[in-house]
Each structure stands twice: as C-alpha cells, then as structure tokens.
C-alpha cells in the first residue's frame, strides 16, 4: 500500500510497502511521461531503481515487453507508439563524458530514464524528475523532486494507479 507521507513545494514523498508499489510508482509515472522528459533514478544497489523502471517500460511498451537491467549494456532503446524511452544505467561510468558515447545526446527527442545519474555530474540535464529511493524498515520510501513541469502534471493527492 502506497502512503503519501508529504508534500513541500515540489517535492513528495511516497512510503512504498513492497516491490509491488514500487512497480505501480513506475507505471503511474509511464502515464504521465512525455517527449523529452528525463527521470533521475537515485537510490542505493537493491533499492529498486529497474524494478520501477521496468514498470514504466512496461506500461508504455506493453506487459511483455523484455526490460532487462542495461548494468552491463549501459542503454537500452525501446519504441512505443507515444515515444522512445533510453534507459540508462550508468554505474559503471568511470567519467561523464563516457554518457555521450552511448547516445545520451540523441535520447533528448523520447524519455531518458537515468540510473546513477549522479555519475553525470554537471552534465545532468536540469529539467528532470528526481526519484530518490531508499529503505525504510521493510518497505521503502520515494522521494519525488520536481526540476520541471510534473508538478503541474501530478495533483496533490496522487497516487500510483496499479
């Protein structure tokens, strides 16, 4: 069961019971997506930054779409029939300039998903939703941050659609 914990400014936090809720943050996020957006998936190893990225392929690329982890393939493309989603696991980035030989410049025209963006450094587009997980006793917590428009696109009593 997802709660809502709260809501400051353009920031909201989301207790998520299980993997479960996690996939249903995901897919909730897939419809709202659009064109040129950028999800900033932080969290630590486990915390379910591909489980959440999964869903959103998911729900935009159909239920039995393959969407393996890119750990060691670095990007993963998909094409649906509303956009293009890049999927980017940058853990093992030694440098962010290594991010443009994948591709990341032409990835700006569909959705740009981004595991350890934080190995981008300064080359980590500014408008993008910031998703922030991390544990919680035996669920975890989202941390929505809005850097964009979402907060327009999200009321304030959301919640994950399953």
């Known amino acids: ?13 989301l207790k998520l019971a299980g993997e479960a809720d996690t996939a ?16 900033a998936l932080y969290g630590d190893l486990g915390a379910g930054k591909t489980t959440l990225a999964r869903a ?3 729900r935009l690329a159909g239920p039995d779409t393959e969407a393996p982890s890119p750990t ?10 509303r956009l293009a989603i890049w999927h980017f696991d940058l853990y093992r980035l030694e440098s962010p300039g290594e991010a443009r030989e994948l591709g990341m410049d ?6 740009c998903l981004i595991e350890w963006p934080e190995r981008l450094g300064r080359y980590l587009p ?9 544990f ?20 304030g009593d959301w919640r994950p659609t399953q």
């Open 106 to 111: 032409e990835a700006v025209d569909g959705l």
């Open 136 to 155: 919680d006793g035996g669920g975890r917590i989202a941390r929505l941050a809005d850097l964009h428009d979402w907060s327009s696109r999200l009321d």
């Open 56 to 58: 959103l392929i998911r």
């Open 24 to 39: 249903a943050l995901g897919a909730s996020l897939a419809t709202h997506a659009r064109p040129g957006d950028v999800i």
């Open 126 to 134: 500014s408008p993008r939703l910031e998703v922030r997980l991390s």
């Open 72 to 81: 060691f393939t670095l990007v993963q493309t998909y094409r649906t029939a």
């Open 1 to 13: 069961m997802v709660q809502r914990l709260e809501m400051l400014n353009r920031t909201l936090d």
